[in-house]
């Protein structure tokens, strides 16, 4: 019974901590990195943060470096293709009120991380000291190859430039991007489809190799396996699978897995031609009264106590035998347990006083002892054994050496 309550308490903190760090607030976690792929992209994650942060009155500013359209609820979006660093910030900075919560959303962070003259690390957190109440949420894309970096060896030497290089340019030993985002970030949120994972769960528990998919399968021309994107607005869609790495203050990591069910369908909006600035039609224009920072992510459950992932219980029945193969049963039945009860062994004597021994003959090398301070005492591990009739024969008398 303790052990299921604290089961559930465990689960609720989880539950609880998921749903503060997808509001995104500067106090909580600054800087989240977001690592989806071709099985599970990211799209209707970032519209379910869209709409949960955008109930809380909190300014999101969009940064483009692919999607044509932002998700409902953008305040703000800017195409950054084909624009410089300093000018996307520049444009960020206008956008940003000093007053007011401020989210970026990055998306993707692949551009950035290739670019040849930035230092993604330093730029990432002038972006997030533009203002006090200012958090980052980045998408980076897995399934997209990153350049390599310089070999040191096939470096041509050149003259030190004024100008600000990159990280790789003057230090070719440095960690790769990726691992260093994945150091600066306080959260980090990886995607997976739901019905691929509950497939290498299923493998698991046959113990057998799990299935590869899309790009692992290594075969000519298959690019997404199937069950990929699950999280999407659709019929039959089956949610996906939330991988949570959070740091604390503190330096104490904290992992948890959940699952996220689909979500429901979001409002369209409209895009002036002629400016950044989203604009949203009057019956989106006010966050519903039910709608809550949270709500996109108020049925967010840990993966453990979904109906398919919940380990089966203890007394299972025959179908469950025959489904895992086994042909004998290894359980006991409730009189076979109570024979294997009554069994007496000759250990459990040197666990119980007045004895004999090295403390003292029966009453215990004359102390008093209280009771439960002979509890683990014993006799040293030593077994005691009183030999029968029926091993009189077993007995060899020792013979003297000649």
């Not at 709409?51 to 809380?56: C, I, P, Q, W």
């Not at 009057?282 to 949270?294: E, G, I, V, Y």
């Not at 683990?376 to 007995?395: A, K, S, T, W």
Request: charged share 20%.
């Amino acid at each position: 019974m303790s052990h299921h309550h604290s089961s559930n308490h465990k689960d609720t903190q989880s539950i609880l901590l998921i749903q503060k760090l997808l509001t995104f607030r500067p106090e909580i976690s600054p800087f989240t990195l977001v690592l989806d792929s071709v099985e599970q992209g990211s799209d209707g994650f970032v519209r379910s943060v869209a709409r949960g942060v955008e109930a809380s009155k909190t300014n999101i500013i969009y940064i483009s470096y692919g999607p044509l359209a932002p998700p409902s609820g953008t305040s703000t979006f800017i195409k950054a293709r084909q624009k410089t660093p300093g000018a996307v910030k520049a444009e960020i900075a206008s956008a940003c009120p000093q007053t007011q919560r401020n989210l970026l959303i990055i998306s993707p962070l692949n551009p950035l991380i290739s670019h040849p003259n930035l230092n993604i690390a330093t730029y990432l957190l002038s972006l997030i000291s533009l203002t006090p109440q200012t958090s980052l949420l980045a998408i980076h894309h897995v399934d997209v190859p990153l350049p390599l970096p310089p070999s040191p060896s096939h470096q041509p030497p050149r003259a030190p430039s004024p100008r600000h290089s990159t990280q790789n340019d003057t230090n070719p030993y440095a960690p790769p991007p990726l691992h260093l985002l994945s150091y600066l970030a306080t959260t980090i949120l990886t995607l997976r489809s739901f019905p691929q994972s509950l497939a290498r769960k299923r493998a698991r528990d046959r113990a057998i190799e799990p299935p590869a998919f899309g790009l692992q399968e290594n075969k000519e021309g298959i690019v997404s396996g199937m069950g990929a994107n699950s999280y999407n607005v659709k019929d039959g869609a089956e949610g996906m699978v939330l991988e949570m790495e959070h740091r604390r203050k503190s330096g104490r990591s904290v992992h948890e897995t959940y699952y996220l069910p689909p979500p429901p369908p979001s409002p369209t909006i409209s895009i002036t031609p002629h400016s950044s600035t989203a604009s949203r039609s009057p019956a989106t224009s006010a966050p519903s009264s039910a709608s809550s920072p949270s709500a996109p992510f108020q049925h967010i459950i840990p993966l453990s106590t979904h109906p398919l992932f919940r380990p089966p219980p203890q007394n299972a029945n025959e179908s469950d035998k025959e489904a895992h193969g086994a042909t004998f049963n290894l359980r006991l039945t409730d009189k076979q347990r109570k024979e294997r009860e009554g069994v007496v062994l000759p250990f459990l004597d040197a666990q119980r006083p007045g004895l004999g021994g090295d403390y003292g003959g029966g009453n215990g090398g004359g102390r008093n002892w209280g009771e439960g301070e002979w509890e683990g005492r014993g006799e040293g591990g030593r077994i005691l054994y009183d030999m029968g009739v029926e091993d009189l024969d077993d007995f060899d008398e020792e013979e003297d050496e000649i």
